[in-house]
């Protein structure tokens, strides 16, 4: 009978054993704030390949407004930076890794739509909330629940340069789109349409034709434009500067008009003098501050990297700060909570202006068009929507 009991014992302290640890919190939960050491922001960026240079502006922002919020809720982040290199499969692997390696709560990115397209599957299937800076196409939003973006979308951004050719007298105009980049095409289309609705015809676009990813000669393209007073051409900045220099040599005279990829340094560095005079919408200028969060972030950007901040690098400060932002108002590091708060986001105050995230995930704000003058981005004019 002893024997017996001792066997009892001993099973009880065993069950009682297991009921408690069963209930120990786990210190990695998501929302368990006391428990956990550090978060995990990601970031995917294009750092190298042809799209490096939007990349690295996005990072100029990011890394700024992490070296002023490297802590959240009382907890340090880490923020991890993965190379998408601007190919929509090394995407998807970067937002896999962020998810699956290195337990990201949170993402920030990317430059180029496409990119942004083929990460979001990711982020999307694993319930991770993303913050976009820059990618503008409207089906990086569409049907997402996890995916969110702190810059308005092409359909804005094709009216906005439509209206600007029109009140510029511009009658006839050529269309000249990157057919492997979602983001161009997805512009092209959308810049048809509002020339359409804004002038009651399409006879005013004399021609539409496309080019793919490598591509650098345009002369086919450049031979088929009539006597266009102005180009469209919504593609990176590499493809634009090339198409920019080629037009000039082959004797066009008009007006050069883009998006918001224009905006690198390479554009000019390439194309030099042909350039000058081109326009572009975009997102930001720091001639043009819309709230008072602009003035300190350029003051703070030009102590760390000499020179102005770009509309990258704003919208790249402004996705990070929103991240943040969310959390805090969440409360909480769980996803879930975080993406509900994005999804609540009204009026935050960020250096890009502010900001409200619509019921598509998408932000509703001002654009600015900007002009080459003497080698440098110029601003020109803001568009409300």
Excluded at 224 to 244: E, H, K, R, S
Excluded at 245 to 252: I, L
Excluded at 255 to 273: K, R
């Amino acid at each position: 009978m002893l024997f017996k009991r001792i066997l009892n014992v001993g099973f009880a302290l065993i069950m009682i054993s297991a009921v408690l640890l069963g209930c120990s919190p786990a210190a990695e939960e998501p929302g368990e704030i006391e428990e956990i050491q550090e978060v995990v922001i990601g970031v995917y960026e294009p750092m190298t390949g042809a799209q490096a240079a939007g990349g690295v502006q996005t990072m100029q922002g990011v890394d700024l407004a992490y070296a002023q919020k490297d802590e959240v809720l009382g907890v340090p982040v880490r923020m991890v930076l993965v190379d998408n290199r601007g190919d929509k499969a090394e995407s998807a692997t970067a937002m896999t890794r962020l998810i699956e390696q290195e337990n990201a709560i949170a993402v920030v990115g990317s430059y180029g739509s496409s990119n942004s397209m083929a990460g979001g599957e990711v982020s999307e299937a694993a319930g991770v909330p993303v913050m976009g800076c820059s990618p503008t196409n409207p089906l990086v939003t569409e049907g997402k629940e996890y995916y969110f973006r702190a810059c308005f979308i092409d359909p804005f951004q094709g009216r906005v340069m439509a209206k600007y050719a029109t009140e510029q007298g511009i009658e006839k105009v050529a269309i000249i789109q990157n057919i492997s980049q979602d983001y161009s095409v997805g512009l092209a289309a959308f810049f048809k349409q509002s020339w359409i609705d804004l002038t009651g015809s399409e006879e005013g676009i004399v021609s539409e034709t496309s080019y793919q990813d490598g591509d650098q000669d345009f002369t086919a393209q450049l031979s088929d434009i009539g006597d266009a007073q102005a180009i469209f051409a919504p593609g990176y900045y590499g493809d634009a500067a090339l198409l920019m220099k080629q037009a000039r040599e082959m004797g066009f005279t008009g007006l050069f008009m883009g998006t918001d990829a224009w905006e690198a340094p390479e554009l000019v560095d390439i194309a030099g003098d042909a350039a000058e005079g081109a326009v572009f919408s975009s997102h930001y200028s720091a001639e043009a501050a819309t709230t008072p969060a602009s003035a300190p972030f350029v003051e703070a950007f030009q102590a760390e990297y000499g020179e102005a901040p770009s509309a990258m690098a704003a919208l790249g400060y402004d996705a990070y700060m929103l991240v943040i932002d969310a959390i805090e108002r969440a409360g909480s590091f769980d996803r879930d909570d975080i993406r509900d708060a994005m999804a609540a986001t009204e009026n935050f105050e960020g250096v890009t202006g502010y900001i409200t995230i619509n019921e598509t995930g998408d932000a509703v704000k001002d654009a600015v068009v900007l002009e080459v003058r003497d080698g440098a981005f110029k601003y020109l004019s803001t568009v409300s929507p």
